[in-house]
């Protein structure tokens, strides 16, 4: 199974395993990390946002129109953000690294 890295906001790192063809989202979710997910990933929110790991950033396939439209609410913003909804884990992302912002927007809360 491939493994990912979620590295927090205090500084710790939670190594994850998961099968292949999981989004990060539900991965966190399913090992109880803070990423919040608010539209429960169908690309509506910018709260499941995450930074890749530069080494990383140039596997991963290309964001879509849509991904960087969300992306440009998020807070904290940078070269390599995408939305956790919209990687799915696969056996060439195994050791794939991520760090969650210390915040983020919700825009789906009045």
Request: proline share 7%.
């Amino acid at each position: 199974m491939p493994r990912v890295t979620f590295r927090m906001p205090d500084g710790s790192a939670r190594n994850c395993e998961a099968p292949a063809g999981e989004t990060l989202l539900h991965i966190a979710w399913d090992n109880d990390i803070g990423i919040e997910g608010a539209c429960e990933g169908v690309m509506a929110c910018s709260t499941c946002h995450v930074v890749v790991d530069p080494a990383w950033a140039g596997r991963l396939p290309p964001p879509e129109e849509e991904e960087l439209e969300m992306l440009d609410l998020a807070w904290g913003l940078t070269a390599t953000s995408r939305l956790g909804c919209q990687i799915v884990l696969t056996e060439a992302l195994d050791g794939l690294a991520v760090s969650l912002p210390a915040e983020t927007r919700n825009l789906l809360d009045g």
